[in-house]
């Protein structure tokens, strides 16, 4: 079977909060899709590269220099959560034009 979608998570910076939540997204997605974690230590950009999904556990990571790499390549950026209070939604509507990626929360789609 061919994996269709390369996902890039965000997982929560705070340990105790990421897991168990990262290794059951990469459960969950792992056998149908190809993912992989977000590193800190390692370069932005690259990390970007070819990625269609990000999913950012609760909004938390996702940056504005994230956003601005991710402009034009990714197709959605999903939020592991209910709330948007650690998103950035202020950027992201400024920039809703140029940026042109579609967030959703996991309680349901939204409206920038």
Not at 45 to 60: K, N, T
Request: net charge neutral.
């Amino acid at each position: 079977m061919s994996k269709n979608v390369k996902i890039l998570l965000l997982p929560h910076p705070v340990i105790e909060i990421a897991n168990p939540w990262r290794m059951d997204v990469v459960a969950a997605i792992d056998d149908r899709h190809d993912i992989s974690i977000y590193d800190i230590d390692k370069p932005l950009a690259p990390q970007f590269e070819g990625v269609d999904i990000v999913i950012d556990h609760g909004g938390v990571s996702g940056t504005r220099e994230m956003a601005d790499i991710a402009t034009g390549k990714i197709k959605l950026w999903q939020i592991l959560g209910t709330g948007l209070d650690h998103f950035d939604m202020v950027y992201w509507r400024k920039r809703k034009t140029s940026i042109g990626i579609p967030v959703l929360r996991s309680g349901g789609g939204m409206k920038l």
